[in-house]
């Protein structure tokens, strides 16, 4: 059942039961107040019977005409009185209530004499309801007997009255549930058009249109927190499907130039016969290029696995300084070959809950690539201090520096700050790529400060736990 459907169902069953509500206790209330008013009219009447016939004595008592006087209302209820003595005669009657109703038995009126009064409803043979009060007369002297005066309304006209009220509030009823039905659908659709439209929208978003967005402005509350959401979760999947297309085109790229190489140089030398000194040094070149391709793989499936990577890393507890100095001494001969001095200053007793080889691999590539881009002469720092709450690697180099405007992207994936180099076997672009991919899954950050002319420095700055 839709969402839209038990709205509907809801609000008009509820609306309805509050107006089924309000009616009964509306026709309760008319009920007991006809009653009420009933009642108090038979008193009224009781008490003028009562001071009209106090003074006569019994053999005076005279039967009135039993025409209805002309000047009495059209609906106005017959009033019927009688007065009994102990034995349960009739002392005297309203003309024709003998008809009516037949009179009280001796044990009914000796029932009464131990209370001040009676009332009953009563139906008549032929089916008329009547409301009936007997009250007790005491004797006026001290042998005399007491005597018992019934009054009796003739309720027809209220229940005829309370009939028609019934059958207008049947109609009343059935209406009600109509209209609260029909308003409980129309509400329901007002609320869920909403929900329609952001199932439209994103039933339209598809690979190529997901620069879509769903109009957050003019919706409920709730519906405002999930469209915003939504829409969050729109710019993330449009920023990795860009990510994504502009990566699959650096990866092709950066493959086709060393591929390239490798069928330029096998068709040249197939392409007569040569010594065997030409052909060793065609494979070496051909072993050349397949390990940077070897290389390039290996990168980026180390980035994607870290893209992906939801296990905790495996951490050791490891001294900073000694494996800084096993990073200087791998690539102390790279930098003499360079001409290129690296210094490490790092301080004894450091330790921290670190991934040994990705670290020692982060730090590597820092180095590579300061020696990279520092020119004859130049030096590189490595250096690295703990803080209160982690530990911070610094290399800084005095090499040729990087401008302001490409500083925002350098840790971009085959991004290049001289786009020359594109093509150098050592240089495709993903060096502070790993080094960032390395930090973040150590919960860590990477910061790099330049100045064209002056040198680079990158810190790479990790927790000291996870």
């Known amino acids: 059942m839709s969402i839209a459907v038990r709205m509907t169902l809801w609000y008009a069953l509820s609306a309805f039961a509050l107006i089924v509500v309000a009616t009964g206790l509306l026709y309760w209330v008319l009920v007991n107040s006809m009653y009420r008013e009933d009642l108090r009219d038979l008193a009224d009447n009781l008490n003028n019977a009562l001071l009209l016939l106090a003074p006569s004595p ?40 003998a008809r009516q109703l037949p009179p009280p038995s001796e044990a009914e009126l000796a029932a009464i004499e131990t209370r001040d009064g009676e009332t009953r409803d009563i139906v008549s043979p032929s089916g ?41 509030l049947w109609l009343v009823l059935g209406a009600s549930l109509i209209l609260c039905s029909l308003g409980g659908y129309l509400i329901a659709r007002s609320g869920m058009r909403p929900i329609e439209n952001i199932d439209r929208t994103a039933a339209r978003i598809r ?37 994504v297309w502009q990566f699959s085109d650096d990866v092709a790229h950066e493959l086709r130039t060393p591929i390239n190489n490798l069928r330029g140089e096998i068709e040249v030398a197939l ?49 900073v300084g000694q494996e800084l100095q096993k990073v200087e001494t791998y690539y102390e001969a790279a930098a003499e070959e360079a001409g290129v001095k690296l210094n490490l200053s790092a301080a004894d007793g450091v330790y921290v809950n670190l991934n040994r080889t990705l670290f020692q ?31 911070t690697v610094s290399v800084r180099d005095t090499g040729c520096g990087i401008a302001p405007e490409h500083l925002p992207r350098v840790f971009e994936r085959f991004y290049r700050v001289d786009q020359a180099r594109g093509g150098s076997s050592q ?22 400060d330049s100045e064209v002319g002056c040198g680079t420095e990158v810190r790479l700055i990790l927790p000291a736990s996870a």
């Not at 893209?307 to 490891?318: G, Q």
């Open 427 to 448: 240089n495709a672009g993903l060096g502070l790529a790993v080094v960032k991919s390395i930090a973040t899954r150590h919960g860590g950050r990477v910061e790099i």
């Open 58 to 97: 019994t053999a005076q008592y005279q039967a009135s005409a039993e025409q209805r006087p002309s000047w009495a209302p059209p609906h106005q209820p017959e009033i019927y009185l009688r007065v009994l003595n102990a034995g349960a005669h009739v002392l005297t009657q309203t003309p024709g209530m």
């Open 128 to 168: 008329k309801p009547f409301l009936s009060l007997i009250i007790r007369i005491p004797g006026q002297s001290a042998g005399e007997r007491p005597r018992f005066m019934q009054v009796v309304m003739d309720r027809e006209h209220d229940e005829y009255l309370l009939a028609r009220y019934r059958e207008r």
């Open 361 to 391: 691999q982060a730090v590597g590539n820092l180095i590579a690539n300061a020696i990279a881009h520092t020119s004859v002469g130049g030096l590189v720092n490595l250096a690295a201090h703990a803080e209160r709450n982690g530990l």
């Open 271 to 319: 392409s007569k016969s040569r010594s065997g000194e030409e052909y060793r040094s065609v494979l070496e070149s051909c072993l050349e290029e397949s390990a940077r391709i070897s290389r390039l793989i290996k990168t980026l499936l180390f980035l994607a696995r870290s893209d992906t990577a939801m296990d905790a890393l495996e951490r050791e507890k490891i001294d």
């Open 207 to 243: 690979a190529t249109t997901l620069h879509e967005r769903i109009e957050s402005q003019g919706l409920p509350t709730e519906l405002f927190g999930l469209a915003e959401t939504f829409n969050g979760m729109l710019d993330r999947l449009e920023q990795s499907f860009r990510h």
